[in-house]
């Protein structure tokens, strides 16, 4: 709920352009993080008509765009995002540490797993914790630039916030992307379109957006139910809640507590099986489809990017359908030397996650800075 | 006498209104397909009439005075093996031609008889207020649906009942236009549906039968583009063929103008569509010079609306609506489906009968609708799939994006599940058929065969060439027919005997006829009536009157039912009736293509609410109107555009003839309607 380490400071502190992007870099990774994440759980309940297929789908739907807009606020500030292979590992979720929230959401939301699997209680409570709100209080949380890891999602954007008003004169319109205007009707700039301190009320809006949509900001004493994602961020295409954030649809889910039908799987099917080869074509795509976001948030216009993407939800379902556990990278137990070698990116190195370290690095990565 | 048998094909062959006398034919290939032997032409195109399979182009939709030619449909006669053709397909067969040997005989005349009429003032309603459940429950238990025009007048007598008897006889022949049937062959080669021209069944003339067309007199009627004093005429050509005219897609009503109140069902008024059964009997003679009749089986013919992109296949077309019926209902190829056990897993479906119909139509959508960007790209790559694809590695993967029609609470879920169009009655997203399903998860599955092991023959081609060129999948009424088509008892459930996809007519008896009496009753009522029921007109009466209205209205709508907090806008009837178009005229020099325009604008057409934009807001506006609507069709066929080169693949709307075009252009989907004020 509050950040303990943000109670502590007692000025705001400076931030660099390097700092700022590092962190629009998490927010990206952050983003990324969450869809294979949501859209594996998705994919493994049998009818998609059920109020937890429906709830994930609008969500990752959300998170597309969520993607899309920090790609967009890095490239505002000079950086062109990368895409790196996300590890689902554990119970590490990448630049959230809820040792920093107190009380603990954990509490609450347990047991829980950041592995990737079907849809179930451990992958619920994860969701929960995801997008578990941060209150807004007396206590506003300052942007600390040295500190990689937040308490919540809201916090980690409040930081970005207070870097990225200090750097406001930064701002450049370049490499800016927009495929989802037509899904909110009453969205107003989803793109910078204004250099300096005239582009920087267009990152604080995106910056409230994702924020409300996600996680459902709210003030301090306000029940999340109360929350609604104001008009000007709805869905208006295919949202059947499209005022609830996610937050309000994974609680939903929560306090129902029913599970729909999954899929059997396992997580290392024999070699040659069918749920092997299903793993393997959705690494390949999924690694292909990395590519293609590069190259699309760094003002390319790669052609095959629609037909990777829409493959995606495909190669996933196939995964479930042939009894394996979708899977998008190396086994965690593979090298980065392995991952090189295989001209993959492995995000986060292994000694990084062994220490349990903020893998706020990724390795390799060739992020591009614009003058 | 011989070992062969007869079947007429096209089963079902569909005519088209036009305001011409002129006319070109139906199309003989497959909509959306790639034509065997015409690399580059993708299948639909009509015929050029005279011809055996040139197909049209842009000049040649209308006449020299502008005026939209009528589609015409031929019919022709095939023999078969008398024991080879009880299985489905039964490949082969030899169009009987005259002048052909048949056996030890020659053939010197074709006998053919057809009788169509319109009913559909004498037939139940469609729209009940209140309720959008499935059409066809209001017909179970006994019960029907409220008669249309139980309180409107003709001429002098007032029809208004309190329990309309749908058989009355003053009842019919208020609401009935029959002319009787008419016979063409050798000796008379062209006869019109009209009051002067002597009904003929075969080669008995039938003086007496009483003719009706109640809107038939300028002088008694509101009738802007004529009175429907016919229902089009037949011919034969010079090889024995029939070719079947329709109507001029008028529209009358009784009693002057009356108000088009509703989008399906408006009392008092009538249309010149029609349907009813064809009939064909060889003459052969031997060598001694005697004559022998040969019945040669029956067939069915449809006069339906315009066919506004004739080449853009349905993602569900009529043919996927009787295919699914008859593997379902008469176990039509029990390696696939049979009633005991349902579908065979083990089955192989072919790829490109079976498979790439439905990503080809997928693929086409784009050109009658305004998908997004993406959405774009994604559906020209599920067109872009071969056979040589492993399915897992294509954009169709797992059939993540297929509304599966085994599960019903995937036809309430919009986007990413595809079709992303309206569905039928009581159902708010359209899902393939069943069995279009089945060949889908087929396929996923790596069971399929690259080429069919056995392939249609030329006639069982012309069935399905003539049905994938309709509407399936969202009958709400339809276009071309409806919901009736999946009940069984609208077929002959003996088609082993006498071929697939044959309506189950009521015997004909013209002997019984009675001079003043109207020779034709309510006929077929679903769910009640029983097989070997089906009149001359009762396989369109379900439709909308008069079809004008319903084409108008059918652009884009709101779901039905309605999905919670959806303002979203969805299709209709894309394929067949075309809703936003990418204008020929408009093309670069570069070949660029220019904006999206609706296909029906204009004067008229205009309002703030994109719910109801894309057609005329007073329904009677379509009336005048619809001839003047242009054709999509692919641009190596646009031959109208002097000075500019069509892209070859794509698939461009010429020929309008409304007035001016829209500013600004269409915004792509998704749109909403205007949310409503409070």
Known sequence: MTNAGAAEQTSEPTWTIEQLRDHLQAAVDLEFWTIPFYMSAMYSIKDAGTAAYQAILSVVNQEMLHVQLAANLANAYGLSPRFAQPVYYGQHIPHLDFDLDHPDPRATFSPYSAEIGPYDQERLNTFCLIEYPMWIGTETPRGNPDVATYGSIGEFYSAVAVGAAQLKDHIRPINQVNHFARFYNHFKGMTITEAGAAGFPQVANIVTAICDQGEGRSDQGVSWTQHSVPKAYQNTADDTDPNWSHFQKFMTLWNADTYPETYEAVTSPAAGSAGHKAQLILEANFDAFLDGLDAMFSGGDPKAFMTQMFALGGNILNCWKNGAVPRFGLPIGAGVGLAAAAGRRQYPPQDRIARGLPPIRTAPRKAVVSA | ?????????????????????????????????????????????????????????????????????????????????????????????????????????????????????????????????????????????????????????????????????????????????????????????????????????????????????????????????????????????????????????????????????????????????????????????????????????????????????????????????????????????????????????????????????????????????????????????????????????????????????????????????????????????????????????????????????????????????????????????????????RQPDVYQMDWWEVGPFRIAARPLSYSRAVPGQPFLTGGYVPLNSGHDTVEPGDMTKFMSVPWHTDYNSCATHPTSPSVRNITTLYWSWPAQRPVHVRVAAEVQPDGELGPYRYSVRGTGTGDPDPANQGRYQDRGQIIPNWSSIGVVLQGSAIDTVPGKAMPPNAFLEAESRLDGLPDPAVEPWPMNELEPTV
């Open chain 2, 1 to 485: 006498m011989t070992s062969s048998v007869f079947r007429i094909h096209p089963a079902i062959g569909f005519a088209r209104v036009g305001d011409s006398e002129e006319y070109y034919l139906a199309p003989e290939t497959m909509a959306g397909m790639p034509v065997p032997g015409k690399p580059g032409l993708t299948g639909g195109l009509p015929v050029k009439p005279g011809t055996e399979d040139e197909p049209i182009t842009a000049s040649d939709l209308r006449d020299a005075d502008g005026r939209l030619k009528r589609q015409a449909a031929r019919f022709r006669v095939f023999a078969y093996p008398a024991d080879g053709a009880a299985a489905y397909p039964a490949g082969g067969g030899t169009e009987v031609k005259l002048g052909d040997r048949v056996g030890d005989k020659t053939v010197v005349d074709i006998i053919w008889t057809v009788h169509v009429a319109n009913k559909k003032g004498n037939a139940y309603v469609l729209d009940v207020p209140g309720y959008d459940g499935s059409i066809i429950e209001r017909y179970a238990d006994g019960r029907t649906p409220p008669l249309r025009n139980v309180q409107s007048e003709v001429g002098q007598t007032s029809l208004t009942v309190q329990v309309p008897n749908v058989n009355d006889p003053e009842r019919v022949k208020a609401w009935t236009t029959d002319p009787g049937p008419r016979a063409v062959g050798r000796d008379l080669r062209k006869a019109a549906f009209d009051a002067a021209t002597e009904a003929r069944a075969g080669t008995t003339a039938l003086p007496g039968y009483t003719k009706l067309f109640p809107a038939g007199d300028p002088n008694t009627v509101y009738a802007p583009r004529g009175a429907i004093d016919t229902l089009g005429h037949i011919e034969t050509d010079d090889q024995g063929r029939l070719i079947v005219l329709g109507g001029y897609g008028r529209a009358c009503s009784v009693n002057g103008y009356q108000v088009l109140g509703s989008d399906v069902d408006n009392d008092g008024w009538f249309d010149d569509t029609s349907d009813g059964p064809v009939t064909a009997t060889l003459v052969l003679q031997g060598a001694d010079g005697a004559l022998v009749h040969v019945d040669a089986g029956q067939a069915w013919v449809v006069t339906a609306d315009p066919a506004y992109a004739p080449q853009i296949l349905n993602t569900v077309s009529l043919w996927d609506e009787l295919y699914d019926t008859f593997v379902r209902s008469f176990d039509l190829q029990p390696e696939l489906y049979t009633r005991q056990d349902g579908y065979k897993r083990d089955y192989a479906p072919s790829f490109p009968d079976h498979v790439e119909p439905v990503f080809k139509a997928a693929s086409l959508q784009e050109w009658t609708t305004n998908l997004p960007g993406m959405a774009r790209q994604a559906h020209r790559m599920v067109g872009e799939i071969s056979a040589k694809d492993d399915p897992a590695r294509t954009i169709m993967a797992g059939l993540a994006f297929v509304r599966d029609p085994n599960l019903p609470t995937q036809s309430n879920l919009g986007a990413p599940l595809m079709p992303l169009g309206l569905g039928d009655s009581g159902k708010a997203f359209l899902s393939p058929t069943y069995t279009q399903y089945f060949f889908l998860e087929q396929w996923d599955k790596g069971r399929f065969e690259a080429e069919p092991s056995r392939p249609l023959g030329a006639g069982e081609r012309l069935d399905r060439a003539a049905l994938s060129a309709c509407l399936g999948g969202r009958f709400s009424p339809g276009i071309d027919l409806t919901f009736t088509v």
